[in-house]
């Protein structure tokens, strides 16, 4: 008898087996009894072995596909990310799923439903409806095919079809190949000869697997690189796969696709809804599209026929999932590039230093943009000592003074503050009270515009009480600023001038981020006021002033690699300055204007950082010269989490007598406290990744039979970000 052995979506490290009566293959959904329910699942093996007595085996219910569910590739890659990240089978792959497939939805599109006039309907005398105009109306819109000018009710259909002057019938959708009617609009854009050299060092390598590194300053012309890569893929009659960091980037990114394409364009991101999703993997899988730009799970859509994968601003932390399955899609698509057989595309004036360092070792090309496309120069950038400067909302002065000056030459200006909300702390002014979340004993954020605190941890809100509840005093007050405390004072400044707030609060609505940018592209005096959303791959041509409020918190932390993030986002956010013909200016505020981090960014550029900081994290065994695995646990009591980790210290100890191994902690987490969870980690870190990878099986197999795993959250994270 056939075995099938099944992956279902729980949070444990096995297969489930069945019994097969019908056949079935590999990689199809299939409804299996779990329990006293039952449940999805995909068959990942199939033999006549098992551990269990044949007549004790339940048997699969029903097949739910006719084929495997994933490509060929597809499949491969998601058993290799669930052995390399050593997270569950059923879960990685579940998460590659639409939502509703998940629900057991049938694999298909839709059929199209249609009307038609039925043998009475095409001869009965119209007269017989006078009394029913708009029924004759409609039955004399059909027979001349007039039916696109019908604005009538569907009632008034139902009324014919209940006479049997018409039906509905379904088909399936008549899908005609895109390739045969594709062509590229005409480019009026003058590449210099960095761009051709990268487009052409490309092309002659677009038919097998090759990492390509394009490394371009902010404004040097990427995206026209990604454009005229394309074009030679979709030539072929392939499809293109293009990763953005965040949904953000998505609208100014579509425009220019659809502009220079004539071919059928489908995003992915979470704004979509469940059908619209499944509409877009259909499409994919089928070839019925010719690019998928989207963000991170993105990585998982199938196609018919891959030519290349794009991933843009490649240093982006989005790329990396924090919660559950913690991969890195970048990390994947590359793995994915090999297993299809293609070119994969990098592109970032920042390059992860990990990105480098591979560049270094000569497992990617590098593909260098120094100049800005066209006639833009590189903005002048200086530092601003704040100290002992009067500050309203965080602006000085002689920053105010220079907003002034840009604006009266009726340019735009951008103010980068990477803080939402009005204030970052509620306190009351008579006995310090400060308004915390209990849920993760951090301060709430006061919202001003909403009149509400919100954790910015765990999303959660809470009135703004109107007295302290500590000592009753109603004198309640903001400290410090943020993005809607600074829009305010603004509008204070310039009451005359248009201010426009990006950030996740203002722009969480469908369509609010297009409107915006829509707003901003019209020209004009103009203040932009955002977090990091605005720093990401914009084109602002008209502006010419960027000012970064504060940033000097990311300047001292315990994470080894906030320097490098905060190298990026200075890159990036000064890199929106004098993007065109207009001279751009950068001004950064400080505390700190002698910092070496500063200096560096500002005297020698991102790439001496970069070279500075491989040479520093070479000697100190740092990622990329060693190899790190985060294993968390959380709890309620404080108790649970901590002997757990701390019992894997033992066993690691005890079972891995490895000079190269290096464990931290355990200790409290960075953030220790989240949604009522007590967070306690323990860092592993080695020198061989392969020699991590098996200790970390080994691991795995231990905790399972541990009675302790079930008190706690506990999860691993390979190739952690935020340590």
């Known amino acids: 008898m056939l075995i099938a052995h099944v992956a279902l979506p729980v949070p444990l490290y096995q297969l489930y087996d069945y019994c097969l009566t019908s056949p079935a293959q590999v990689g199809m959904r299939v409804t299996v009894p779990f329990g006293k329910r039952f449940a999805i699942g995909i068959i990942v093996k199939i033999d006549q072995q098992t551990d269990i007595e044949i007549e004790h085996l339940k048997s699969i ?31 990685v792959l579940f998460h590659a799923m639409p939502i509703l497939l998940r629900q057991g939805r049938k694999a298909c599109q839709d059929e199209i439903k249609q009307w038609q006039l039925t043998q009475l309907g095409q001869h009965i005398d119209l007269n017989t409806l006078s009394r029913a105009p708009k029924q004759k109306l409609l039955l004399s ?111 100014q990114t579509i425009r220019r696709f659809e502009q220079r394409f004539n071919a059928p364009i489908d995003i992915l991101h979470s704004g979509l809804t469940d059908k619209q999703r499944l509409n877009v993997w259909l499409r994919s899988k089928n070839g019925e599209n010719a690019i998928v730009v989207g963000t991170r799970s993105s990585v998982f859509t199938p196609f018919k026929d891959l030519g290349i994968i794009i991933i843009d601003e490649e240093h982006d932390s989005s790329y990396k999932q924090q919660e559950g399955w913690r991969y890195n899609a970048r990390d994947l698509a590359i793995i994915r590039a090999k297993f299809d057989n293609i070119p994969i595309l990098l592109g970032s004036a920042t390059p992860s230093l990990e990105t480098l360092n591979n560049v270094q070792n000569h497992r990617y090309q590098l593909l260098q943009l120094t100049k800005r496309a066209g006639n833009a120069q590189l903005a002048k950038q200086s530092i601003l000592d704040i100290r002992g400067l009067v500050l309203s909302a965080g602006l000085s002065q002689p920053l105010i003074e220079q907003i002034k000056k840009h604006l009266n030459n009726n340019n735009q200006v951008m103010l980068f503050l990477n803080r939402r909300g009005f204030s970052p702390l509620l306190i009351c002014h008579d006995c310090g009270w400060i308004a915390e979340c209990p849920r993760c004993d951090r301060p709430y954020t006061f919202h001003q515009q909403q009149n509400k605190l919100s954790c910015h941890y765990c999303d959660t809100p809470r009135g703004v009480p109107k007295q302290c509840p500590k000592c009753g005093s109603t004198h309640l007050v903001p400290v410090g600023f943020g993005t809607e405390q600074l829009e305010k004072q603004l509008a204070i400044l310039f009451p005359e001038i248009k201010i426009s707030r990006i950030d996740r609060d203002t722009v969480s609505k469908k369509g609010a981020l297009d409107t915006y940018l829509q707003t901003i592209e019209q020209g004009g005096a103009h203040i932009l006021v955002g977090t990091q959303i605005l720093a990401k791959g914009h084109h602002f041509p008209n502006v010419t002033l960027v000012g970064i409020v504060d940033v000097d918190g990311a300047l001292f932390s315990s994470d080894f690699r906030a320097t490098e993030r905060f190298a990026q986002i200075y890159t990036q956010v ?41 040479l520093e994290r070479q000697k100190t065994l740092l990622p990329p010269f060693s190899y790190q695995t985060l294993i968390r646990a959380a709890d309620r009591n404080n108790q649970y989490a901590p002997a757990f980790l701390q019992r894997i210290d033992e066993w690691l100890k005890m079972h891995c007598d490895d000079p190269a191994l290096w464990l931290l902690g355990p200790m409290p987490a960075n953030q220790a406290k989240k949604a009522g969870y007590n967070r306690w980690q323990l860092l592993v870190q080695h020198t061989n990744r392969q020699k991590l990878q098996t200790i970390l099986d080994q691991l795995i197999i231990t905790i399972e039979k541990w009675n302790e795993s079930s008190k706690v959250r506990w999860s691993i994270d390979v190739d952690p970000i935020d340590n």
């Open 574 to 614: 000064s890199g929106r300055a004098g993007r065109e013909a207009k001279a751009g200016e950068v001004i950064l505020q400080t505390y700190h204007p002698d910092h070496p981090l500063l200096n560096i960014l500002l005297h020698q550029g991102y790439q001496e950082f970069a070279k500075q900081t491989l």
């Open 61 to 91: 219910v029903s097949i739910i596909d006719e084929q495997p569910l994933f490509t060929n590739s597809i499949w491969k890659l998601l058993n290799w990310a669930a052995n390399y990240y050593h997270y569950p089978i059923g879960e």
């Open 141 to 251: 819109l059909f027979r001349n095919n007039q039916l696109h000018d019908s604005d009538l009710s569907l009632t008034v259909y139902h009324q014919l079809q209940k006479k049997q002057l018409i039906t509905q019938i379904s088909q399936q959708p008549n899908n005609i190949p895109w390739q045969s009617s594709f062509s590229t609009n005409r480019n009026t854009i003058v590449l210099n000869n960095e761009q051709i050299q990268a487009i052409n060092t490309i092309n002659q390598q677009n038919d097998h697997f090759s990492v390509f590194l394009l490394e371009g300053i902010t404004g040097s012309g990427k995206t026209e690189v990604y454009l005229n890569v394309i074009t030679g893929i979709l030539a072929k009659g392939k499809q293109a796969l293009v990763l953005v960091p965040e949904i953000s980037l998505t609208p």
